[in-house]
T-cell receptor, first 112, second 112 residues
Framework: KAGVTQTPRYLIKTRGQQVTLSCSPISGHRSVSWYQQTPGQGLQFLFEYFSETQRNKGNFPGRFSGRQFSNSRSEMNVSTLELGDSALYLC???????????FGSGTRLTVV | KQEVTQIPAALSVPEGENLVLNCSFTDSAIYNLQWFRQDPGKGLTSLLLIQSSQREQTSGRLNASLDKSSGRSTLYIAASQPGDSATYLCAVRNNQGGKLIFGQGTELSVKP
């Protein structure tokens, strides 16, 4: 059974650019969440989508946005990149509230 | 606001020891609690999921307990092996929504 797939695995971008990360959840999972992981802040929640609707949003600036498609695949976009956006971005999917989350391998974003 | 704390931050033990990792949370209104392991530079691997109505879950050499009223969970690892070396994270899922709130993790090193 395929797990959560995130692409690309690694990205290097320049300050001011924008980036789009992709996540394909486990087949049948309709809930998709995104997290940012940095050494200083640990794992922080970005947003959660369920059936194409954003249900929750974390405390991040408006430069961070996301969406979910009808096939449950999700993308997140970061515009006007800053050095502090360098992090491991993790996507997770779940059947729903009473079920656990399965995480992908992440996208390592480096902003130079 | 839910806060999750993990103690200790780091732990080094000789191979074969039994060990306990601790996780505490401030708000007992949770849906469930999930333990993960993370190898360096990788995504999260789910170990155990405990629903709010459950007291413990077991998988192989791992046993996780939950005491919701006191806001505590423990992860017991029996007969530790060098392959258990990783960072262990606990995360709670609140009644208010689907997002996970993570502790800072315990970095475990098992020496041969």
């Amino acid at each position: 059974k395929a797990g959560v797939t995130q692409t690309p695995r690694y990205l290097i971008k320049t300050r001011g650019q924008q980036v789009t990360l992709s996540c394909s959840p486990i087949s049948g999972h309709r809930s998709v969440s995104w997290y940012q992981q940095t050494p200083g802040q640990g794992l922080q929640f970005l947003f959660e989508y369920f059936s194409e609707t954003q249900r929750n949003k974390g405390n991040f600036p408006g430069r961070f946005s996301g969406r979910q498609f009808s096939n449950s695949r999700s993308e997140m976009n970061v515009s006007t990149l800053e050095l502090g956006d360098s992090a491991l971005y993790l996507c997770a999917s779940s059947w729903g509230l009473n079920y656990g989350y399965t995480f992908g391998s992440g996208t390592r974003l480096t902003v130079v | 606001k839910q806060e999750v704390t993990q103690i200790p931050a780091a732990l080094s033990v000789p191979e074969g020891e039994n060990l306990v990792l601790n996780c505490s949370f401030t708000d007992s209104a949770i849906y469930n609690l999930q333990w993960f392991r993370q190898d360096p530079g990788k995504g999260l691997t789910s170990l155990l999921l405990i629903q709010s109505s459950q007291r413990e879950q077991t998988s192989g050499r791992l046993n996780a307990s939950l005491d919701k009223s006191s806001g505590r969970s423990t992860l017991y690892i029996a007969a530790s092996q060098p392959g258990d070396s990783a960072t262990y994270l606990c995360a709670v899922r609140n009644n208010q929504g689907g997002k996970l709130i993570f502790g800072q993790g315990t970095e475990l090193s098992v020496k041969p």
